[in-house]
């Protein structure tokens, strides 16, 4: 079974700062997929980015950039000039072939004004 | 408006009283999901379905029943409910069978069971 590991269970940063959250997970396919996912205080679960594990280049969606590591199994998200909307809880998540997706425990983060 | 609907959003019940939580999608979407969520293990599949009449368990089936007899709508059924199902559950659903595609939540039933 795959695992994914957010070891840090809460965060904060200034308004306007860098802020890198840490995922790691652990899996003996070649081929999967992970996905970033942002749950504000609303609840709903939005998509923030996702990487395919072939390819090389990391993913980047406007503030929102990851830093994959595949032999390291390491799927990182840096937030850049972090807003008052970024706050909220953080899912690091992995889907295989199988289709099953497997989650990660979460990073709450707080971005402080 | 694409959307997945679950009813109910909030739900108290007792011990041993059945329950169903609806599940709706209008995106026409093969592929449906349903979600536990606890503090600090994050959301964790209950069951899945590929496309109607095909279920399968995910991590955490016990307890747990679901239907697939309409591609749009996937019940998870509670035949027997106990103190350890109150969670927040999440469905979701997505086109097709790839793993690439984005998964499309709802807004979460909040179940608490004395």
């Known amino acids: 079974a795959q695992t994914v590991t957010q070891s840090q269970p809460e965060m904060s940063v200034q308004e306007a700062e860098t802020v890198t959250l840490s995922c790691t997970y652990d899996?003996?396919?070649?081929?999967?997929?992970l996905f970033w996912y942002k749950q504000p205080p609303s609840r709903q679960m939005i998509l923030v980015i996702r990487?395919?594990?072939?390819?090389?280049q990391n993913a980047t969606e406007n503030r929102f950039s990851v830093n994959f590591q595949k032999a390291a199994k390491s799927f990182s998200l840096k937030i850049s000039d972090s807003q008052l909307g970024d706050t909220a809880m953080y899912f690091c998540?992995?889907?295989?072939?199988?289709?099953?997706?497997?989650f990660g425990g979460g990073t709450r983060l707080m971005v402080k004004p | 408006e694409a959307q997945v609907t679950q009813n109910p959003r909030y739900l108290i019940t007792v011990t041993g009283k059945k329950l169903t939580v609806t599940c709706s999608q209008n995106?026409?979407?093969?592929?449906m999901s349903w979600y536990r969520q606890d503090p600090g293990l994050g959301l964790r599949q209950i069951y899945y379905?590929?496309?109607?009449?095909?279920?399968d368990k995910g991590d955490v089936p016990e307890g747990y029943k679901v239907s697939r007899k309409e591609k749009r709508n996937f019940p998870l059924i509670l035949e027997s409910p106990s103190p350890n199902q109150t969670s927040l559950y999440f469905c979701?659903?997505?086109?097709?069978?790839?793993?690439?595609?984005?998964?499309?939540f709802g807004p979460g039933t909040r179940l608490t069971v004395l």
């Open positions: 979701a659903s997505s086109s097709g069978g790839a793993v690439w595609n984005e998964q499309f």
């Open positions: 899996t003996s396919e070649n081929n999967y997929y």
């Open positions: 990487q395919e594990a072939y390819k090389q």
């Open positions: 998540a992995f889907r295989d072939a199988g289709n099953m997706l497997t």
């Open positions: 995106m026409n979407h093969e592929y």
């Open positions: 379905s590929m496309n109607v009449e095909v279920t």
